[in-house]
């Protein structure tokens, strides 16, 4: 089992910026970690868990929802067990509860398929 935990939501103006970060806690463990893709999703009450971003851990460009491309950057720190999500420009409507998740496949893009998730972080975007 690999416990993730994450850090860095809050409370932001529309347009400011925040950065979160999900340190895999029992990576020693577990040496294959960083051959895991990791992603963030983000839920809404009433809303199904929405992929936002993941990078694999193979050499490949990371990839976004629509929504949040060219505003959010994922990056992954493997020396750390640790992966980023910087938050640019942010609007209203990304206020959700974060989720790191990591996938031991290559390009997952739904919930379903990735096999351990942190706690949550709330990000609360004012107008």
């Known amino acids: 089992q690999v416990q993730l935990v994450e850090s860095g939501g809050g409370l932001v103006q529309t347009g400011g910026s925040l950065r979160l970060s999900c340190a895999a806690a029992?990576?020693?463990?577990?040496?294959?970690?960083?051959?895991?893709?990791m992603g963030w999703f983000r839920q809404t009450p009433g809303k199904e868990r929405e992929f936002v971003a993941a990078i694999n851990w193979i050499p490949s460009p990371p990839y976004y929802a629509d929504s949040v491309k060219g505003r959010f950057t994922i990056s992954r720190d493997n020396a750390k067990n640790t992966v980023y999500l910087q938050m640019s420009s942010l609007k209203p409507e990304d206020t959700a509860v974060y989720y790191c998740a990591y996938s031991s496949r290559t390009g997952p893009r739904t919930a379903s398929e990735y096999d351990f998730w942190g706690q949550g972080a709330q990000v609360t975007v004012s107008s």
């Open positions: 029992s990576a020693r463990t577990f040496p294959s970690i960083n051959r895991y893709t």
